[in-house]
């Protein structure tokens, strides 16, 4: 699995970089947010890689958070990398959580290829977005939504989760110890 890449420009688009990597050529989709930050010949970008039958596609942020939130929104059934891009190119991480938090819907539907439906699952789905180093909760916040997530990779159901670390603390491996002892019991 790819994570990351670095290299130098050979061609940008505003939706597209082609980086070469000691004489390989990749082709990274980006979003505005990050195209535009681009200002060097030389780029390191964190990457999400996604696989599928017809293609090999690789997605690159200019920042962790950018990454997070965008590998958060694919995992949203119905939300796609297309959509992934265009909300990581329509707000920067900080003002996605803001959004979030406020149940802003009318503000997710400007966001081209969200509608109604997708924007109202979209802030089920994501009641709980933290961005990592924002002010509020900070690092305590960050560690329960990487908990949250771990859990969720394990095929728990995010209700019964958030139940189980209610009231619990600490970083995220304790959050998740502690989130499976509850789990098991229920």
Sequence with gaps: MIVGIEGIV????????????NGLIYEVHVSI???NAIDKER???FVTQI??????????FMHRN????????IRINGVGPKVGLAVCSTFTPETFARVVSSKDVGMLKRVPGIGPKAASRIMVELADFIVDGSEGEGGVGASH????????????????IQKALDGCSGDTATLVKEGLKKL???
């Design 43 to 45: 780029v390191k970008l």
């Design 33 to 35: 947010n990050t195209s």
């Design 66 to 73: 950018e990454k997070k939130m965008f590998d958060t929104l």
């Design 51 to 60: 696989i599928r039958e017809d293609a090999h596609a690789l997605y690159g």
């Design 145 to 160: 939504t990487e908990a949250v997530m771990a859990l969720e990779s394990l095929g728990f159901k995010k209700e019964a």
């Design 184 to 186: 098991q019991r229920l």
């Design 10 to 21: 050979e061609h940008k688009e505003p939706t597209a970089v082609h980086v070469n990597v």
